[in-house]
């Protein structure tokens, strides 16, 4: 028995949600089979287009997370894993979690299920050590249960689904510039005002109020960062510019993307999230950088 799976790329932080909130796209996201084998152990195949993916199931994030969940039911099964499709990894849109999300959700489904989806969170989050040296789980919680998520609390681990607003639409844009998780991570600084605290839980309270009332405005005017922006922006090339290109071309607000170096746009319709992505892409190319754009339904 095998099944094919798809997993959704993920927009971590969101601005003011730094850690704590994430949503999923419709697309892009990675494809893989995976299936119980006979012997124990776990393989991984790689007929995806990036080649550097680790094989060994020790490094590969997806072998990582299946294996925490393999060990917490105490289990010597043996699966085989064989990715389609990746993400392109260094995105900032959760190509890690994406791949911890699928082979956890995959395994779970092929023991029939002895944990629930919400439970498979904790699993999927190795997967995050193992890529980033954190084990946050602001992409892998919206991978695996879809749709805007806000992880309450770490310790103990509470994950709140939060509802989606109908006609909210995303922009990506993925300057192809690798910026590592763990070396965007290093930068920050650890200690902020309370003032900037107060702005912050401001705008991230606002966010989520917008998201309960479906108030497109609250959502735009809650999409800032006064902590975290300022720092990693400096490491993405053109993003005021790009950020600039999103807000003219119609964007409820715009920001980066987890820990970068995509960008994300929030709009209202698919038309305008499409001007909003090329928009942005302009400005990457006139920086002779290139980059992938995505629109997708929230
Ligand atoms: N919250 C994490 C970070 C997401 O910003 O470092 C990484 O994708």
Redesign the pocket.
Known sequence: KEIKLFAPATV??VAAG??ILGFALEKPGDEIIIKRSNTPGIRIINQSSFTSMPLAPEKNTSGVALQAFLNHLESKQGFEITFLKKVKPGS?I?SSAASSAAAVFGANELLDRPLSTKDLVIFAMEGERCA?GSA?A??VAPALLGGFVLIRSYRPLDIVPLPTPEQLYCSIIHPQIELK?ED??KVLRKQITLQDAITQWGNTAGLIAGLFMEDYGLIGRSLQDVIIEPIRSVLIPGYENMKEAAMTAGALGCNIS??GPSLFAFSTSSDKATHIAESMQKVCSSLNIDSDIYVSRV
Request: glycine content about 20%; hydrophobic content about 20%.
């Open positions: 971590a932080n730094f850690d900032g959760g980033s946050h602001d992409n998780t965007a991570r987890g820990s």
